[in-house]
């Protein structure tokens, strides 16, 4: 499988966000097995809410 994208300026990691994959607001149903958790990364596990992101956010 290969992935193209186009980026309209270089990686930023101060500007990178993420979001708790199982934030209850965003009520997405993942498909795990029964009892099973997703292995995750250190930053991914450590990602806040929807909420808290959107608070900290100026628009």
Do not use: H
């Amino acid at each position: 499988m290969q992935v193209l994208y186009k980026a309209s300026a270089p990686y930023a990691p101060g500007c990178e966000r993420s979001i708790a994959w199982n934030d209850p607001a965003l009520a997405i149903d993942w498909p795990l097995p029964l009892g099973q958790q997703p292995r995750l990364s250190g930053k991914d596990a450590a990602a806040p809410v929807l909420a808290a992101v959107a608070a900290g956010l100026r628009f």
